[in-house]
């Protein structure tokens, strides 16, 4: 059974601080990890895919890397407008459902 | 592109009654929509997976009977809570699956309070 688990739960940064967020899994064959931006009372929005070990892709300030165990969101001088939920998910080749670890909220503060 | 919309946003309904919940493809034709549901800072649970034209896949422990998911075109999925109770409140959101891309697509959500 696939399995997702993201750390920390909670993060809180000042404005301009950088950090990481982790997604770790475990699932038999990879079809793809996507990383999703939650705001509260909304739907998730879609941020990236990443296929394979090694890849990485980036958008403003964020940057999302991949291994075979693991996954980093690494956030760049982050801003206020970056508080959300982020939340990590797992494809397997069984099919194209997501399995969603449980998030990571962010808090900027200026 | 890949907008996703839901209808209604909220809805407050009586212990009993049945809610139908709408999901639309804007501008590009869903070969598969799912169905989640979120509780309040809970991670969202697949509830079924539709492709268009056929039965919708439940997840273990989802009453088919209870939530009926209907994907009637490439860009319309419904789900109807029948008979609602209290216990089914929470937040509902669909997602869609275009046809050349593993990504899906999420809508706004609905929340559902049943009284």
């Known amino acids: 059974e696939d399995q997702v688990t993201q750390s920390p739960e909670a993060l809180r940064l000042q404005e301009g601080e950088s950090s990481s967020l982790n997604c770790s899994y475990t699932?038999?064959?990879?079809?793809?990890l996507f990383w999703y931006r939650q705001d509260p009372g909304k739907g998730p929005e879609f941020l990236f895919t990443l296929y394979s070990a090694g890849e990485e892709k980036e958008k403003e300030r964020l940057k999302a890397t991949l291994t075979k165990k693991e996954s980093f969101l690494h956030i760049t001088a982050p801003k206020p407008e970056d508080s959300a939920t982020y939340l990590c998910?797992?494809?397997?080749?069984?099919?194209?459902?997501?399995?969603f670890g449980k998030g990571t909220s962010l808090l900027v503060t200026p | 592109g890949a907008v996703v919309s839901q209808h209604p946003s909220r809805v407050i309904c009586k212990s009993g009654t049945s809610v139908k919940i709408e999901c639309r493809s804007l501008?590009?034709?869903?070969?598969?929509m799912f169905w989640y549901r979120q509780f309040p800072k809970k991670s969202l649970m697949l509830m079924a997976t539709?492709?268009?034209?056929?039965?919708?896949?439940?997840e273990q422990g989802v009453e088919k009977d209870k939530f009926l998911i209907n994907h009637a075109s490439l860009t319309l999925s419904t789900l109807t809570v029948t008979s609602a109770h209290p216990e089914d409140s929470s937040f509902y959101i669909c997602?869609?699956?275009?046809?050349?891309?593993?990504?899906?697509?999420f809508g706004p959500g609905t929340r559902l309070t049943v009284l």
């Open positions: 998910a797992v494809q397997d080749n069984s099919g194209y459902a997501l399995n």
């Open positions: 699932v038999s064959g990879l079809r793809g």
């Open positions: 997602s869609a699956r275009g046809l050349d891309t593993d990504t899906q697509y």
């Open positions: 539709s492709n268009e034209g056929s039965k919708a896949t439940y």
């Open positions: 501008d590009f034709q869903a070969t598969t």
